[in-house]
């Protein structure tokens, strides 16, 4: 079973639906709904942090759920929002990007490890976002996986633990590979997935 952070945002059935067509069990919590003993104990074989408005120190327990998942070992992986939330939990400054972004397709270059693995670079996907990880702050526990040709990070990953972030969203339709960069998290994160009725 996944569980699913909710940010108060649009996109997070987007990703539910997604999840949900691989397979994937997914229990979804609002962020002020649970505290991070109930959600550590839930059973959850990896944890989803998803996209929403403002920062990640308004994102309810996710700073806090994501560093007690780290202790663990529990697997993660952040939508926009929920990258920031790992950039900032490690010790990462986030910071307004020069260019508020709705909507726009981005180019993005990454280095085919994680969720990118398998997939061709540079590729397509959809931004909607004002804020970034400051790629100067970031600890040395994390990685830069993805990012725009002018550096702005787009992708993070940690050294040592499945923790991973994506500033894009894959779950909107116009992304390019979006279900298999949620399948290669999956897979990484041995989630349990049940079999999946192919479309008459």
Same mark, same amino acid.
């Given at each position: 079973?996944?569980?699913?952070?909710?940010?108060?945002?649009? $996109?997070?059935?987007?990703? =539910?639906?997604?999840?949900?067509?691989?397979?994937?069990?997914?229990?979804?919590? @609002?962020?002020?709904?649970?505290?991070?003993?109930?959600?550590?104990?839930?059973?959850?074989?990896?944890?989803?942090? *998803?996209?929403?408005?403002?920062?990640?120190?308004?994102?309810?327990?996710?700073?806090?759920?994501?560093?007690?998942?780290?202790?663990?070992?529990?697997? =993660?992986? &952040?939508?926009?929002?929920?990258?920031?939330?790992?950039?900032?939990? $490690?010790?990462?400054?986030?910071? @307004?990007? *020069?260019?508020?972004?709705?909507?726009?397709? &981005?180019?993005?270059?990454?280095?085919?490890? &994680?969720?990118?693995?398998?997939?061709?670079?540079?590729?397509?996907?959809?931004?909607?976002?004002?804020?970034?990880?400051? @790629?100067?702050?970031?600890?040395?526990?994390?990685?830069?996986?993805?990012?725009?040709?002018?550096?702005?990070?787009? &992708?993070?990953?940690?050294?040592? @633990?499945?923790?991973?972030?994506?500033? $894009?969203?894959?779950?909107?339709?116009?992304?390019?590979?979006?279900?298999?960069?949620?399948?290669?998290?999956?897979?990484?994160?041995?989630?349990?997935? *049940?079999?999946?009725?192919?479309?008459?």
């Amino acid at each position: 079973m996944l569980l699913l952070i909710d940010n108060y945002d649009s $996109f997070t059935y987007n990703l =539910v639906h997604y999840f949900g067509e691989l397979g994937a069990d997914v229990n979804v919590v @609002r962020n002020d709904a649970w505290d991070v003993q109930q959600a550590m104990g839930a059973g959850a074989q990896a944890i989803v942090l *998803s996209p929403g408005p403002g920062t990640p120190q308004q994102s309810g327990i996710c700073l806090a759920l994501t560093l007690a998942a780290a202790e663990a070992q529990l697997p =993660v992986f &952040g939508v926009c929002l929920g990258q920031q939330t790992i950039g900032e939990a $490690f010790g990462g400054t986030v910071v @307004r990007h *020069s260019e508020i972004v709705h909507g726009k397709m &981005g180019v993005i270059h990454h280095n085919g490890t &994680g969720v990118f693995r398998g997939l061709p670079s540079p590729l397509q996907a959809t931004r909607y976002h004002s804020l970034v990880v400051d @790629r100067d702050s970031l600890p040395d526990c994390l990685e830069i996986t993805a990012w725009l040709e002018d550096g702005t990070i787009m &992708g993070l990953r940690h050294k040592e @633990r499945l923790i991973e972030g994506v500033q $894009f969203h894959p779950e909107s339709i116009a992304s390019e590979h979006g279900h298999q960069m949620i399948a290669n998290f999956l897979e990484d994160a041995g989630v349990t997935l *049940s079999p999946v009725e192919a479309a008459s």
